[in-house]
């Protein structure tokens, strides 16, 4: 029952799937395999569906043109000259845009360019090749065939080469009288296709080896070459081939043609002392060119006509005994030369006409040489002879030192990216031109000739300082020469750049660095100072490439910081380690300030203490004025010239014995010392000459008069001249100081010499007086 039920629905689908099929949709043929630039035609049975029909090449619509309505179910596309190596073409209807069907069209070509070589050794043929060229994209493998007119298949591979060493084949095709004609088949798996025929005469295919010994023999202006041919017949020509080995371009070769029966070429000039390559090839009458034989590398010989000697000096600063040395350089004669040339200076005082032939000679080595001069005007021959014969000649001006010559000044130098230029100023007008010379070791010179007043010396040494010199040629004789200041070729950031010190304070830091370089040429542009401190943004500072040091501003205290220094130069740039330094906590100028205040508070108040103190304890040991001690004596008017008798001692007191000149004199001690303070205003205490007397009649008014009080705790006494007081004097009973008494005693004098009008008279004792007899 439902196996009935399934077979009917399983019958009903068929029988849809058939009528399905009757209306089917496709594009024929099927995979089209065609050849380039052949004409295809397609058909689309379009029954499956209505609308409009189109065609597609590689999803862009085909112009309607090419296609045709052959009945109601079937349309036609033809393409011709179809180029493109596949595509893929599809039959569409507009109705629902739906794809009826697609083939992909694959197309290849047939063989092309076909070249046939037969290899022909001392007369006999031993291969027969032929190659062609055969543009396929596909991978699939392509079997070729050569297929002879005569002789069928000769040839079979793979490849777009065929080669033949067939005996039999080789033989039959190298006397083959006739042009023979050939033709290659490719062949796949799904196609076929043959090249066009290619004719040939043999004799026109034949290649023969390269000449395998080949002679080449330098002469001093030439090269002679010989080979061997390998001719059938002596009937074969031939090519020399030649170039420079430093230029091997095309444009440099240069050939020669040997006709028949000439196994042998001479070149024509070459230069003096260069490689060349040579190599020879022949051909067998029209045949192909056999490959060149192997190169060969000549150098060759010096000619003497080529050599251009010039010769030129650089004069040094006047050395030891008077003389100079000259550096002679020379050019002309090839470094490259292998021939031994002797080189002679020979010295001739310019103006020397003498032929006594006492002339100085020095042999110099290839390329420079150094001779002493005097200091007179010399002339120097360079003579370069090879085996004794005279090759070539050369002479150049020494002048004298104290010669009046122009010269050169004003040299400016520049130097960029190892380029120096020079450039100078000359006023002389009759200087044709200038030699530049210019060194960096001293050893090795360099020079070249300009007419103006400029050069531009290249090929220098990296980072050497060069000595640049100029000297003006004229007429027949050369100048002075001018030396420019030391420049280098170029600079270089040193090597090593380090910090050297750190100075910290608390908001900044003074930082130092220095650099080391190997080099004396090193510079640096700018420096790039980075500092940073943990968790923070780093920050920089630039500085001129002529600065050691730079501050650090707004640090924050008590941090620890790193610091780097970059320098930078022209060619890069080199770095520092990373250095530390800790920020102080407080300015380091606020505590220096504060303990220097406070050191001199200190001092002050310990010296305010100790005056005090001194003060204080002179207050308590001051005598006070005791009229029972005090001595009594009349005064006398001023009209009474004698000092005698001007005061009346107490007798009796002899320790308080007030001193009165005659009390002085008695005891063999001078009047009046004189002091050297001169003043008695002169609160230092005076150095006082006590051999001096002052004559009493010149200072009549000095003498003390009518009172002397002695008052005041601070040790000042007052005269008081108003009072009629008898008293003239009141000493300490005990003195303070051993020396107080001749103190207060010159005090007393000084008081005398003072001419005064004044009735008052103040003397002040102040405690550093006193500190100062101490
Ligand atoms: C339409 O043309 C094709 C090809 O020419 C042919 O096979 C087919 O039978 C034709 N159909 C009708 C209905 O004529
Ligand atoms: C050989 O072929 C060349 C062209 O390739 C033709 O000029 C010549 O006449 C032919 N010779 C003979 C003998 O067929
Ligand atoms: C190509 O040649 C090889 C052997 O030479 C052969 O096995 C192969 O079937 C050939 N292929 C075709 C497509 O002819
Ligand atoms: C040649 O020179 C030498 C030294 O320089 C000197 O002694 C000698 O007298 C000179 N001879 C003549 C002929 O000038
Ligand atoms: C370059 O010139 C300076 C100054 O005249 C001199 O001291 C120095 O020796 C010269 N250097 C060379 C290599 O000649
Ligand atoms: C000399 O200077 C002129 C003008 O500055 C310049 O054109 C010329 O190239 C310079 N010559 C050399 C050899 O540097
Ligand atoms: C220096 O710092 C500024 C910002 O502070 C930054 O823009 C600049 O790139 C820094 N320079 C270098 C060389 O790092």
Redesign the pocket.
């Known amino acids: 029952m439902y196996i009935s039920l399934v077979s009917v629905m399983m019958i009903a689908t068929l029988s849809v799937c058939k009528g399905h099929h009757e209306k089917n949709c496709n594009v024929f043929p099927k995979d089209l395999h065609i050849e380039v630039g052949s004409s295809v035609e397609l058909v689309c049975q379009t029954s499956c569906s209505n609308g409009k029909f189109f065609w597609t090449l590689n999803n862009k619509n085909i112009s309607e043109s090419l296609s045709k309505t052959i009945n109601s179910t079937h349309i036609a596309l033809s393409l011709r000259n179809f180029t493109q190596s596949s595509a893929t073409v599809e039959c569409r209807s507009s109705y629902t845009d739906q794809i009826l069907g697609g083939i992909i069209i694959k197309t290849f070509s047939k063989p092309e360019n076909i070249a046939c070589v037969l290899h022909v050794n001392d007369g006999w043929p031993h291969d027969f090749t032929c190659t062609w060229n055969h543009h396929m994209n596909s991978s699939q493998t392509i079997n070729y065939t050569i297929l002879h007119d005569s002789l069928n298949e000769i040839c079979k591979s793979q490849v777009p080469k065929c080669a033949s060493k067939d005996w039999n084949t080789v033989n039959s095709i190298f006397s083959h009288i006739?042009?023979s004609t050939i033709i290659v088949r490719a062949k796949t798996a799904v196609w076929e296709v043959y090249s066009d025929p290619y004719?040939f005469?043999s004799l026109h295919i034949v290649k023969i080896s390269p000449p395998t010994w080949t002679v080449i023999t330098p002469s001093s202006d030439h090269l002679y070459v010989e080979w061997n041919p390998h001719c059938i017949q002596n009937n074969c020509h031939c090519q020399v081939k030649y170039y420079k080995t430093s230029s091997s371009n095309d444009k440099a070769t240069k050939y020669l043609s040997r006709r028949p029966s000439h196994f042998s070429a001479t070149t024509e000039d070459l230069e003096s002392c260069i490689k060349y390559n040579i190599s020879v090839r022949c051909a067998f009458n029209e045949a192909l060119w056999s490959n060149w034989s192997q190169e060969i590398t000549v150098l060759t010989k010096l000619n003497k006509r080529h050599i251009r000697l010039r010769l030129w000096r650089n004069v040094a600063k006047q050395g030891k005994n008077g003389k100079r040395n000259i550096h002679l350089m020379w050019k002309g004669i090839p470094s490259t030369c292998e021939e031994v040339l002797n080189y002679t200076i020979k010295q001739i005082p310019y103006g020397d006409n003498t032929t006594t032939g006492n002339y100085t000679y020095t042999s110099c080595g290839s390329s420079s040489c150094d001779v002493d001069v005097g200091q007179n005007t010399q002339k120097l021959y360079l003579i370069v002879s090879i085996n004794d014969a005279l090759l070539a000649e050369d002479s150049v001006y020494v002048p004298a030192v104290a010669q009046s010559l122009p010269q050169v000044f004003s040299i400016q130098t520049t130097t960029h990216e190892g380029v120096i230029q020079v450039s100078w100023n000359a006023s002389e007008k009759t200087i044709s031109s200038y030699i530049i010379d210019w060194t960096h070791d001293g050893n090795q010179y360099y020079w070249k000739e300009t007419t103006s007043t400029n050069a531009t010396l290249f090929g220098l040494l990296h980072r050497k300082p060069y000595n640049i010199t100029v000297t003006p040629l004229f007429n027949d004789s050369t100048g002075h020469g001018s030396q420019a200041n030391q420049i280098c070729s170029s600079i270089a950031v040193p090597e090593s750049v380090s910090v050297r010190d750190v100075e910290v304070n608390d908001r900044s830091a003074f930082m130092k660095w220095e650099t080391k370089s190997q080099d004396t040429c090193s510079g640096v542009i700018t420096y790039v100072i980075y500092y940073e401190t943990q968790g923070r943004p780093q920050f920089n500072v630039t500085v001129n490439g002529n600065e050691d040091g730079v501050w650090l501003k707004d640090l924050k205290p008590n941090i620890q910081y790193s610091v780097i220094v970059e320098a930078r130069g022209y060619n890069g740039t080199s770095m520092s380690k990373k250095t530390f330094f800790t920020t102080n906590k407080f300015d380091s100028k606020l505590i220096q300030t504060l303990s220097v205040c406070g050191g001199f508070l200190v001092i002050l108040v310990l010296s305010l203490g100790l005056t005090c103190a001194i003060q204080w304890k002179k207050f308590n040991e001051k005598p006070v004025p005791n009229p029972r001690l005090s001595s009594v004596a009349k005064w006398l008017s001023q009209s009474h010239q004698k000092m005698e008798g001007f005061f009346q001692p107490i007798t009796d007191q002899t320790e308080n014995q007030v001193i009165t000149d005659e009390t002085q004199r008695e005891q063999g001690a001078p009047l009046n010392p004189v002091c050297n303070g001169d003043k008695a205003r002169n609160k230092k205490l005076m150095v006082c000459d006590p051999s001096i007397s002052p004559s009493p009649e010149s200072e009549p008014d000095e003498r003390f008069s009518e009172s002397q009080v002695l008052s005041s705790p601070e040790g000042s006494m007052v005269f008081s001249s108003s009072q009629s007081s008898p008293y003239r004097s009141q000493d300490s009973v005990e003195p303070l100081l051993p020396r107080v008494e001749e103190t207060s005693k010159s005090d007393l004098e000084s008081k005398k010499q003072e001419k005064t009008t004044q009735k008052s008279v103040y003397v002040s004792l102040n405690m550093f007086e006193q500190s100062d007899v101490r």
């Open positions: 006739s042009n004719t005469n």
